[in-house]
T-cell receptor, first 115, second 111 residues
Framework: KAGVTQTPRYLIKTRGQQVTLSCSPISGHRSVSWYQQTPGQGLQFLFEYFSETQRNKGNFPGRFSGRQFSNSRSEMNVSTLELGDSALYLC??????????????FGPGTRLTVT | EDKVVQSPLSLVVHEGDTVTLNCSYEVTNFRSLLWYKQEKKAPTFLFML????IEKKSGRLSSILDKKELFSILNITATQTGDSAVYLCAVLQGGSEKLVFGKGTKLTVNP
């Protein structure tokens, strides 16, 4: 079974631009979560999608948005980029079960550099 | 505020040593605790713990959860240089897929 894939792997943008990152979950997984990882803040939750619906959102400004498609693939968008948005953006997928918790598996990440 | 605290923040040992990494948490609506290993790439899943007192093992790694005292430990025996990585502890909150992460423990294993 293929793992979580993310594209692109690396990205360089300038301040004020916008960016779209893509994530394809493990086949059969319907939940996709996004995280931002920086040296100072560590891994922080951005949002989670299930069945094309955003179920939960972290404490990030409205410039960060996302969506999920019917095939469970997800995209996240960051508008009006700031230098502080430079980070590794990780996507994680998990299967859905009515009861019990379930593991999240991470993709390789997209390294975004804002200059 | 939900928080996960890992200690120590960094650790340097010699090959063959045994190490214990700690993770304490204060998170609302706890569902499970997960351990990940992160080298220079995405976190790799190690364990998920949901019940107190039940040890999970995978080779030289083992972990246990104490839901009464709100902590978990990750043990690595007979460490190898390949164990060098950042070990992340995260708590999964119920009702969402949100993982609350600790800052990680950076383990360096010297030959």
């Amino acid at each position: 079974k293929a793992g979580v894939t993310q594209t692109p792997r690396y990205l360089i943008k300038t301040r004020g631009q916008q960016v779209t990152l893509s994530c394809s979950p493990i086949s059969g997984h319907r939940s996709v979560s996004w995280y931002q990882q920086t040296p100072g803040q560590g891994l922080q939750f951005l949002f989670e999608y299930f069945s094309e619906t955003q179920r939960n959102k972290g404490n990030f400004p409205g410039r960060f948005s996302g969506r999920q498609f019917s095939n469970s693939r997800s995209e996240m968008n960051v508008s009006t980029l700031e230098l502080g948005d430079s980070a590794l953006y990780l996507c994680a997928s998990s299967s859905y079960r009515d009861r019990g918790p379930y593991e999240q598996y991470f993709g390789p990440g997209t390294r975004l550099t804002v200059t | 505020e939900d928080k996960v605290v890992q200690s120590p923040l960094s650790l340097v040992v010699h090959e063959g040593d045994t190490v214990t990494l700690n993770c304490s948490y204060e998170v609302t609506n706890f569902r499970s605790l997960l351990w990940y290993k992160q080298e220079k790439k995405a976190p790799t899943f190690l364990f998920m713990l949901t019940s107190s007192g039940i040890e999970k093992k995978s080779g030289r790694l083992s972990s246990i959860l104490d839901k009464k005292e709100l902590f978990s430990i990750l043990n690595i025996t007979a460490t190898q240089t390949g164990d060098s990585a950042v070990y992340l502890c995260a708590v999964l909150q119920g009702g969402s897929e949100k993982l609350v992460f600790g800052k990680g423990t950076k383990l360096t294993v010297n030959p």
